[in-house]
């Protein structure tokens, strides 16, 4: 990755990269902007934008957006990336004629689609070093399809050499080009100055009444100029999302590729077809990931570990040698190495699990520190409390950390026993070593090393039942029944 301002394959050019994202996506029948629909757990449009980063510097990228511009704007706000305003989606063509004032000032400009995420920093870099090498006007990256349905089809001047005539769109194709299985992936390179000095040839006299892209080869073409193709290595990096049923074929793609790459590095995932990862997860290498588990966001999980079926993490930070049992759900919380959770714990954001500490079935966190081999093991409610080390926190336990109008901390100090069934009413401390006694409603601080009862004192009362049991049966009898 270069971050410098020339590029990396020529340092002599100057170039950009334009990626078409202002189409409203009306195949997908959704009111949502189609590049914000998400694969492998990101944004169509965040993947290509993160390809196209290891190829130029963001400063020299530019989406180019329409549809619901302002949430595609904020979407895309932190990589960094120019945006250019395409307020009228007229065609792919338009696109590049509303982005001329950006894109002119270079030598040499790369077109991708924000609705084909699968592809790859290597394939842009193989579509620019060709264009750069060979110099034509126009370079098409292309692929073989087994099926071609939808896609442009690139005519080439002779199957032999990779100049070509033209690009013909679909729905204007003669059913002898329908045959043809190399289709326009959408990605191009053009020589800067001559795609903008013809660019204003572009027609929309043609089926869809929008100004193609696709019709730029036949132009310069037409121009004396040359066009080449270039075959992309796998086919199926091109592939584009126009659909809900293509959308969710590259989100299987993306994650069966995923789970592949992790296998390599070291982990096993079994079932890994069950499974749902994003693409930006990191696992180290020895930990085990059963079937039916979803590992989402920014998790990052260290290695040793094992995460048990039905389990859901999202943007957590997981250390070495974990053991998260069935069926947990963890969302922003970090566990620290050796501790162990679940059947069925909750952690949610602000939950910070100490080295080799334990939460067991039913227990939920939240903004809530665990300190170092404590222990919650059944059926409580931890919420902005600040527990300490070796504390163990009894069945049932619950903080009252909410008044009806403000959140208050319950802190509880090194080596401490809640018994089960206690209610802590924040704000309260229990101190060092302190005991509560089971079932005790704690409202003021517990000092260290002492034993704290906030319950009614137990009555008995000596053959209660027995006289009442003898009380009616006289009564019974008198009544002659
Ligand atoms: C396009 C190509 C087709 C190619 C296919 C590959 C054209 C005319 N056709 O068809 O040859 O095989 O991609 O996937 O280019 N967009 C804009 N502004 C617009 C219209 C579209 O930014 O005015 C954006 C869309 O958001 C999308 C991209 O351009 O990200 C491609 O547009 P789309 O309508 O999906 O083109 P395809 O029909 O897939
Ligand atoms: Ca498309």
Redesign the pocket.
Known sequence: MSKSKSSPFHPASRVAIA???????TRLKSKHP??LHEVGGKPLLAHVIAAAAKVVPAQDIYA????EADRVRQAVAQTGINCVL?A????????LMVARDALAPYDQVIVL????PLITSQTIKKLADFHSSQRPAMTILTAQLQDPT????VIRKSQKRPDVKA?V??KSAAPAQRKIRE????FYAFDAKLLFAHINELSNDNP?G??????MAAILVKAKKRVLAVAADDPHE???S?TRAEMVDIDWRMRMAKCRQLMTDGVTIFYPQTCVIDCDVEIGADTVVEPFVQILGKTRIGSDCRIRSYTVISNSVIGDSVLIRPACMLDEAQVMKGAELGPYSRLRPGSEIGEGAHVGNFVETKKTRLGKGSKANHLSYLGDAEIGEDVNIGAGTITCNYDGERKHTTVIEDGAFIGSDSTLVAPVKVGQRAYVGAASCITDDVPPDSLAIGRARQIVKEGWIKAKRAERQKSDKAAGS
């Not at 689609?113 to 084909?116: K, L, R, T, Y």
């Not at 289709?183 to 959408?186: A, E």
């Open positions: 990626i078409m994202a202002a189409g409203k996506g189609k590049v180019i957006i329409g549809h395409q009228e989606q007229r065609g792919t063509g338009h696109a689609s924000g609705d084909a939808g896609y442009g089809r690009i769109e679909e289709i326009n992936s959408g869809h929008e100004f193609y892209l696709t019709d091109i592939l584009g126009n």
